[in-house]
């Protein structure tokens, strides 16, 4: 989002942050889950995810009665001061954005923007979530990554149409099975207060569709309240015409859900004459191991020449070393933690300058003569998939 667009710059903000700013997002008031309890088995729902039916005749999935909905604020809470009298109650930042828009005026005149640009931020928020379940699809303590991109007010809907289908692409580009994503529409009564315009991408995790990222046309919501509660002007001005508060197209993605969705993806038992293999399908630019380095014994010199090949390799790709046990299973292993492809250093290795490299998808082994192994493994990398797509 940063290194490919010129006009994205990246940004890191404070997580804990002046109460107002909260106040004029908007989430003191609305950042609220309501929820309602089993009155047999104790469980507990959020309403907003129960049938129409369910809520008309108040009761949950197990065909209980429900308790009244409660209203629960997710934010957290600690306090900034040195005695308990002068404290002042701050937020962790439930979502990275609002440090985003508070800073949109430094960020766009340091960095000497002009519209349209954007800015984004990788970074930890917090959530007093009441819910878990799924591993770590919901967490309290998770990280986004977050692109907020600032455009004239005439021209939001355009931009809006246009990050929905890059960020569709960006889960397609790191080899996610396009038949599990799909878009999420919210309909006129399903939109948060800020957005004029939304649409989630829905991934299909083995529990269900559920969302992954959140892109939002959130009008000129956010600069407006903005400039209300802290008072500074938040406008920009052009270089012809009259100044405005420009509107915002966001794009809210979590990381943590999304290492989730792509180990999901990646997962697969296949059997492969008579026995089952575990492999983690990752494309070669999200696997841990791009290559794993593996003398085909420890003896007669090759774990040693195996040893040099694998630390000059190391200055270039993020390399595994492995020499312990059987050939085969150290392959098995390496397909288990999504290492795309494998190099065997063995006898020949010695006399004629080459190794074997094998696919983990294919299982197809060639051989490499040494000094071509660095550009092998970056046409692989740059290849991948592209037969597939
Ligand atoms: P949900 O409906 O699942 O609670 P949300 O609509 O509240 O999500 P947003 O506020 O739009 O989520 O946040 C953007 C993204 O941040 C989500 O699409 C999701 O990937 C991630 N996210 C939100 N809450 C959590 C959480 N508690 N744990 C992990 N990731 C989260």
Known sequence: MVQEHENIVGFDSAILMHPTVWKASGHVGNFIDVMVEDTITKERFRYDTLSDVQREQNLSPNGNPLSEPKNFNLMFSTSLGSTEESS????????????????????????????????????????????????????????????????????????????KQLRMQYYK??????????????????????????????YHFPFGWNEIEGIHNRSNFDLTQHSEFSKKDLSYQPEEGEKF???????????????????????????????????????????????????????????????????????????????????GKRYRRQDEIGTPLCLTYDYDSLTDSSVTIRQRDTLKQERVAIHK????????VKTYGVDNA
């Open 88 to 163: 002042m109650k701050v937020y962790l930042r439930p979502e990275t954005a609002q440090g985003i828009y508070v800073n949109f005026k430094n960020v766009q005149q340091t960095s000497r923007l002009k519209l349209p640009f954007g800015i984004a931020q990788v970074g930890k928020a917090f959530r007093n979530e009441l819910l878990f379940k799924n591993f770590i699809f919901r967490t309290c303590e998770f990280e986004q990554m977050e692109m907020q991109f600032f455009v004239h007010p005439q021209e939001d809907t355009k931009w809006f149409e246009h990050w």
């Open 173 to 202: 580009d790191i080899g996610i099975r396009e038949s599990h994503l799909r878009f999420h529409e919210h309909r006129p009564d399903e939109l948060a207060h800020y957005a004029k315009e939304a649409c989630d991408v829905f």
């Open 245 to 327: 508060i420009p509107c915002i197209i966001e794009t809210s993605a979590g990381l943590t859900r999304t290492v989730l969705l792509v180990l999901c993806d990646a997962y697969r038992v296949e059997e492969i004459e008579g026995s089952a293999r575990t492999v983690l399908q990752l494309h070669p630019r999200l696997a841990p191991y791009t290559i794993a380095v593996l003398p085909l014994v420890k003896k007669d010199g090759l774990a040693e020449r195996a040893k040099q090949l694998f630390l000059s390799l190391q200055k270039e790709y993020s390399c595994a070393f492995d020499v312990n046990t059987s050939i």
């Open 373 to 380: 192994i660095n550009q092998y493994i970056s046409d692989y």
